[in-house]
């Protein structure tokens, strides 16, 4: 393989792609050896988009907090520690994978969600990207199927050889998803890089009030998501 892309298939202290937890599922979803690269990338990506809960009120200025073994213990993260969990399912299998990273707009948000944070847009989304075929392909594992049906947006899907990115309109026409701004491509999940990022986007009270919050529960969740209204957007023109 390409000297270039071995690190991509490294572990590292947040992707522990060699971490027996990691490997074991690895090989339950994929099987041992892999038959086939982009079917078995296909198959973890189902796997973590359906089998991790999406959960935007955790812990989140810790490498341990977004762990891959962590993630696959817990079974809920919001969408970096489910692209990193995938990065490092991807990596057990052999399969070079990295993180890459988006403002976006909208999200897949409630009213009380977009109130907590005081701003629509989500800073430093995160997606995987497999190595796949000669090419980087991006994947969104983000949002389990049953909570885009509730959000009225259709589960996204990935074949392994197509960028999988939010559409930008709902079910009902109405405006769901917009990128904003790119922020590059990692072969490791850039905690101080977000909590700074965080920290200049949503405000240094802000994000220190939700850091003293975690400290003081434990880092057990701040609120129920899965209970929250789904955000109504404006309808698209036309």
């Known amino acids: ?8 298939l490294d572990p590292t202290a947040v992707i522990d792609c060699g971490h027996a937890a990691v490997e074991a599922k690895a090989r339950e979803v994929a099987g041992r050896p892999p038959d086939d690269p982009v079917a078995t990338a296909v198959r973890l990506y189902q796997a973590v988009r359906d089998g991790i809960w999406y959960d935007p009120y ?43 990273f988006a403002d976006v ?36 594992p ?32 109405r405006q769901f998803m917009e990128y904003v701004r790119e922020r590059g491509s990692f072969d490791d999940i850039p905690v101080e890089q977000i909590v700074a990022a965080w920290r200049e986007a949503y405000g240094v009270e802000r994000v220190d009030r939700w850091i003293e919050r975690f400290e003081a529960s434990g880092g057990a969740p701040v609120r129920d998501f899965s209970s929250e209204d789904p955000l109504s957007s404006t309808p698209c023109a036309g």
């Open 142 to 173: 983000a949002f389990n199927a049953a909570l885009c049906r509730r959000h009225g947006v259709a589960p996204l899907d990935f074949n392994g050889r197509e960028d999988s990115l939010f559409q930008s309109f709902n079910s009902q026409g």
């Open 58 to 100: 955790l812990p989140f200025y810790r490498a341990e907090h977004y762990r891959a073994s962590r993630v696959l213990e817990q079974g809920r993260a919001f969408c970096i520690g489910k692209a990193g969990l995938l990065c490092a399912l991807s990596r057990a299998c052999g399969i070079p994978a990295r993180l890459a």
């Open 105 to 140: 707009r909208n999200h897949l948000a409630t009213r009380q969600l977009i109130e907590f944070m005081g701003s629509d847009v989500f800073v430093f989304h995160g997606v995987t990207e497999f190595f796949l075929e000669g090419r980087w392909v991006k994947a969104t």
């Open 1 to 8: 393989m390409d000297d270039k892309l071995s690190r991509y």
